[in-house]
């Protein structure tokens, strides 16, 4: 019987060890698989939204290479026993791409700036970490390979347009100078709109319509965040000439502009056209004038409840 307790407690003392450098790994590996999705997704709808071709060639980088370590990183892991890598986001990642998502223009490029900055610099000190005091050598090899990459990718970052202020990191490098000239022009006044611009006054009155091609409403308001970000439009809904309608808040990201043209603002340049943005028409995605009467009541004081029938 002693005997038999002696050999469980052998087991046990060297069970332990293994099992907290499987834990060592296993957190590696989820923390390095969520890094390289989020650098992946975020960084294709960069290639989809952004107009700045710095931040396009970047997240194409970022696309080819963390797809690259992405995949060596599913080799490695399927050579351990009981290795799981992660397939969808961690909720702080999906929220960081829901505001991307939501983002547009120039804060769509300074979001994905500051976003690619923090990512790399925790990606970094990751990294180092584990080639530092991590358990399996193979992984331990190829962090330390990957990391002059990662810091690349750092730097980049750093210089990418769309920062409220120089960052550190670009300075030490020694492009203060160029960051600071570069931050002046992202802050100085717009002679003329951009392509993708356009005013709160254009959006007002503007017809919305339903994905059946039904019509719900007009455009009575713009919900704008302490970012400068549009997080919502407000939809008129329901009533006969502005009596007993309702108000509807719809997130910004459920609709969809369509032909747009241009308005009378501004001065246009480099072969642009006149003025901003205005849309003919504003299409809700994947709901319907029954979603919208079902929708509860928005009310700029807060309530969710009541009635809100001021005149257009």
Known sequence: MIRKLTLAALVLVFALPAAAQNDNTRQFVNKAAVSDMFEIESSKLALQKSN??????FAQMMVDDHTKTSDDLKSMAQKMQGMQVPTALDPEHQQK?????????????????????????????????????????????????????????????????GSQAPSVGAAQQGSGGQQQTAQRQRLAPLASPGQDQMLASDLR????????????????????????????????????????????????????????????????????????????????????????????????????????????
């Open 97 to 161: 791409l829901s505001q991307l998502q939501s983002a547009s223009g120039r804060q769509f490029d300074q979001d994905y700036r500051t976003m690619q900055v923090q990512g790399h610099q925790d990606a970094v000190k990751l990294f180092e970490d584990y080639a530092k005091n991590g358990d399996n050598n193979e992984l331990k090899s190829w962090t330390n390979n990957t990391l002059p990459k990662l810091r690349r990718h750092l730097q980049a970052a750093e210089g990418l347009p």
């Open 205 to 312: 009155g503007t017809r919305v319509y339903g994905a059946n091609n039904e019509n719900v409403g007009d455009i009575n308001d713009v919900l704008i965040d302490h970012n400068g970000r549009v997080s919502a439009l407000i939809v008129g809904v329901g009533g006969f000439l502005g009596i007993g309608e309702k108000n509807v808040a719809v997130p910004f990201d459920a609709l969809e502009f369509g032909g747009n043209r241009r308005g009378t603002t501004g001065s246009g340049t480099q072969g642009q056209g006149q003025g901003t943005q205005q849309p003919d028409r504003i299409v809700l995605r994947g709901m319907s004038r029954s979603d919208l009467d079902g929708a509860p009541n928005f009310n700029s004081k807060g309530s969710r409840t009541g009635t809100d029938n001021r005149s257009r």
């Open 52 to 57: 700045t071709d710095e931040i396009k060639k």
